[in-house]
């Protein structure tokens, strides 16, 4: 009878010591071109999701090493734009390390399961959320997101609200760029502030604190 180790308790059956475990599993991509329509724009190689750790390789370079790649609950990104060949095939290679590699803890943030549902002995190591590329100009914007606190009276009725804009500003280029980055809050305001980005920089942009009367 075939050995389901999907059903019922049968994970608990499998050898977690096993040094399967012990060696990095290689994820493998060679069947995608990048079009040659996209020209000069900048092209990032984006990982929404792996448990635990990697090297990643492009077209034979390595481009993330598993000291910087490390962490279930991160998205990690790689400027490819000098390594992938335009209207060409490209191979992208990743090599995923288990979770209780070495230097990792139990504290670490990763993928756990409860007792009705048996810890797999890989540690539910692999990819485990989508790969995408994605194109840019030279400057590009990311994560963007508002946090706001509340400020009450004494009474505790709530009389204003300081929102805080934060996103992050990519430079691909090859020289400096010099800008002004702003964001409207609808029915609010438009922040904005000045900057300035070295060759391959990236900055955590904060616009300013906003503090509305009760608009949310």
Known sequence: KEFNPF???NLKA???????????WWF????????????????????????YSANVWVNGQLVGKREEVSGALRTFEFDISRIACRGAQQVVSIAV???RAKGVTLRD???????????????????????????TGPVSVAYPSVSS???????????????????EVNNQADTFVEGTISAGIVGVTTVSQNLRLEPAQ????????HKSNNQM
């Open 97 to 99: 390390e288990v979770f």
């Open 109 to 135: 943030f990763g993928i756990y399961f409860v007792n009705w549902a048996p810890q797999p002995p890989d540690t539910s190591m692999g990819l485990w959320q989508d790969v995408s590329v994605v194109t």
């Open 149 to 167: 606190a509340l400020e009450t009276s004494a009474d505790g009725v709530v009389t204003a609200a300081c929102l805080t804009v934060l996103l």
């Open 7 to 9: 059903f019922g308790t």
């Open 202 to 209: 990236t900055a955590q942009v904060n616009p300013r604190r």
């Open 14 to 24: 499998l050898d977690a010591s096993s040094a399967l475990f012990d060696l990095p």
């Open 28 to 51: 493998r991509a060679d069947d995608f071109n990048v079009s040659c329509t996209v020209g000069e724009q900048a092209l990032r190689l984006v990982y929404h999701g792996l448990s």
